[in-house]
T-cell receptor
Framework: DAGITQSPRHKVTETGTPVTLRCHQT?????MYWYRQDPGHGLRLIHY???????DKGEVSDGYSVSRSKTEDFLLTLESATSSQTSVYFC??????????FGPGTRLTVL | EDQVTQSPEALRLQEGESSSLNCSYT??????LFWYRQDPGKGPEFLFT???AGEEKEKERLKATLTKKESFLHITAPKPEDSATYLC???????????FGDGTTLTVKP
């Protein structure tokens, strides 16, 4: 299995609070991604990174920001969580930008 | 905008009953089409990459094929352990970004 971990694995928070999810890889892969997965919507790209400090928006980036200050870590921040951001969040990595390897996911509930 | 449509949404098979899953796509300049398997509560697991029409890839009971408009994932003599959601994704001219379909949930009954 690709060396990719996500933390926390589960989180319950209140509306309006900031939340940061962490993705950590040990594969030295160039690309890192954050997706959300909801019933009826499949996997939707939030943001991705193609190198340290190089990031770009995905299709559902509103309300989310990311940072990548070193190769192995990619952080996803919800500045002020809303109930619509309740979801399962997956991080993925890729060496070539083609096939992706996914982490175990973080289940986030915003009350 | 790249689009991926998978059908059927759900498929129930008896063990040993072969079938196919469909992935229809529209993309400007296909760089690659990808198949993934996702088990409940886990992240997707990469299966295959297809690059051009006519290409085929096989792994155990799975075979993926590609035309200019769609891809098929053929499952031969499935077993209960093949039960999972199968996701298709395409990558167009925007290198590094893939668009995923909603998946087909396969259930194989013993």
């Amino acid at each position: 299995d690709a060396g990719i971990t996500q933390s926390p694995r589960h989180k319950v928070t209140e509306t309006g609070t900031p939340v940061t999810l962490r993705c950590h890889q040990t594969e030295n892969h160039r690309y890192m991604y954050w997706y959300r997965q909801d019933p009826g919507h499949g996997l939707r790209l939030i943001h991705y990174s193609y190198g340290v400090k190089d990031t770009d928006k995905g299709e559902v980036s509103d309300g989310y920001s990311v940072s990548r200050s070193k190769t192995e870590d990619f952080l996803l921040t919800l500045e002020s969580a809303t109930s619509s951001q309740t979801s399962v969040y997956f991080c993925a990595i890729s060496g070539t930008g083609e096939e992706q390897f996914f982490g175990p996911g973080t289940r986030l509930t915003v009350l | 905008e790249d689009q991926v449509t998978q059908s059927p949404e759900a498929l129930r098979l008896q063990e040993g009953e072969s079938s196919s899953l469909n992935c229809s796509y529209t993309v400007s300049g296909l760089r690659g089409l990808f198949w993934y398997r996702q088990d409940p509560g886990k992240g997707p697991e990469f299966l295959f990459t297809l690059y051009s029409a006519g290409e085929e890839k096989e792994k155990e009971r799975l075979k993926a094929t590609l035309t200019k408009k769609e891809s098929f994932l053929h499952i031969t003599a499935p077993k209960p352990e093949d039960s999972a959601t199968y996701l298709c994704a395409v990558q167009g001219h925007n290198a590094g970004k893939s668009t995923f379909g909603d998946g087909t949930t396969l259930t194989v009954k013993p």
